[in-house]
């Protein structure tokens, strides 16, 4: 598992959901918009005869919230907004699963995916490529190990897992690779049930670590 999604699904699942929750209005034309909502939203004039009623509802609600930003941190919000609206309907999908299963989640792995997210969206490209290289690929057992997990579980064993030391990881890893998918399977169950902090600990008395 690398450490974040270096395409930013939360940021990018997060504002998505503020339009697709948000509540919609009555009259959506270009000149019913306040001057505020129209300079806000002005990345959209173009295409705004194009867009649907709850479409421009929901971008109006967005608006509203987007005046409170400061610039460059609009024109992120924006740019996400964006970003979700050209995604294909499948993975749309997908990206709601993993909110929904990071919904699931306690606070105490929540608080661990934000911070991985964080941490990850300051690296340089050139950082992002090191640790990338550096937690290495996912053996293609672990895989197939995880197909049949609900995306809860998934996102746990994700969290849990860039929680663990590098020398955890590696560990972790070298072992799944000597086990089928049933066995791995059981194995990253078995190591989701250990207390958080007796992990590591854990990793290291499975047999292809010693």
């Not at 009623?53 to 971008?59: E, H, Q, Y």
């Not at 294909?88 to 608080?111: C, H, I, K, S, V």
């Not at 996912?138 to 609900?150: E, L």
Request: charged share 25%; hydrophobic share 45%; net charge positive.
């Amino acid at each position: 598992m690398q450490c974040c999604n270096s395409n930013g699904w939360i940021g990018l699942l997060l504002a998505a959901l503020l339009a697709l929750t948000a509540p919609l209005r009555a009259d959506n034309a270009w000149p019913a918009l306040t001057p505020v909502e129209r300079e806000m939203l002005a990345p959209f004039a173009a295409e705004w005869p194009r867009l649907d009623g709850p479409m421009r509802a929901r971008l109006r609600v967005l608006a509203d919230r987007w005046t409170a930003l400061p610039e460059v941190q609009r024109a992120r919000e924006i740019e996400k907004f964006r970003r979700w609206q050209a995604l294909p309907p499948g993975q749309r999908e997908q990206l709601r699963d993993r909110y929904r299963a990071f919904q699931q989640l306690d606070e105490t792995e929540r608080a661990n995916v934000r911070d991985q997210y964080q941490r990850w969206q300051k690296l340089s490209p050139r950082e992002r490529r090191a640790l990338r290289g550096a937690i290495g690929p996912k053996p293609p057992v672990w895989r197939r190990a995880i197909r049949h997990m609900d995306p809860a579980t998934r996102l746990q064993l994700r969290a849990a897992f860039e929680a663990l030391p590098q020398p955890s990881r590696s560990a972790l890893h070298q072992h799944l690779r000597s086990l089928d998918a049933p066995a791995a399977s059981s194995v990253l169950r078995d190591f989701l049930d250990q207390p958080a902090a007796a992990r590591a600990a854990w990793i290291a008395q499975l047999p292809a670590t010693r």
